[in-house]
């Protein structure tokens, strides 16, 4: 993904696109997956159901305690069936393949929803070049590249519709993003006398 960044920002600087992105980062995301819902996405990518149903009875039926350097604490919590406790655990090695089943879901959804592409025009005889997402676990990148026949506003716009989507996804899974950790910005082109210069931020932007 660093990777991808940087040869986009490149070849937006070269070819004078404009590029639009919102970098973010889900919070807590392997502890708030809805377990139910992490299920359900494995069985849809083949796992086999009494896999499932163990991994689902283990995080349904775990104890929790606390361990410090003065031992075990007596005391547990655990969830029940009507207070069930959602995530599937930092610490698990199960965790990660949860969350990917289910972020491949929400990312085909993005894909169908969003008509906006990172888009660069192929040389003679190659394919063109579209993607929307750069991710690495949790922490995505969602943008889009305009050949210059978008405003400034409009560009801005856009690329809100694009990230509250994506918001709006991950609060279905359970998830959230957490604010703190997201930042967007904007390449924009303007020609003055036949030369292109990035447009300075101003106070009344959006």
Request: include cysteine; proline fraction near 5%.
């Amino acid at each position: 993904p660093v990777m991808l960044t940087q040869l986009t920002t490149d070849l937006c600087r070269v070819l004078k696109h404009d590029l639009a992105r919102f970098d973010n980062d889900a919070s807590a995301c392997y502890d708030r997956i809805i377990v139910a819902l992490g299920m359900l996405a494995a069985r849809r990518c083949g796992m086999p159901e009494n896999a499932i149903r163990t991994h689902a009875e283990a995080l349904q039926f775990m104890k929790y305690t606390v361990k410090t350097v003065y031992g075990v604490s007596e005391d547990h919590y655990h969830g029940t069936a009507f207070e069930p406790l959602f995530g599937t655990g930092q610490g698990s090695g199960a965790s990660p393949s949860v969350w990917l089943t289910l972020v491949v879901i929400m990312l085909n959804t993005l894909d169908r929803l969003v008509p906006d592409r990172i888009n660069f025009l192929p040389l003679a005889g190659s394919r063109p070049h579209q993607r929307l997402v750069d991710a690495f676990v949790d922490d995505t990148s969602l943008g889009f590249t305009s050949a210059g026949d978008l405003s400034y506003q409009l560009l801005i716009g856009r690329l809100q519709q694009v990230s509250q989507t994506w918001e709006h996804l991950l609060h279905l899974s359970g998830g959230k993003l957490n604010l703190a950790k997201c930042s967007w910005y904007v390449m924009y082109w303007e020609w003055t006398s036949g030369r292109p210069q990035l447009r300075e931020i101003l106070p009344a932007d959006p």
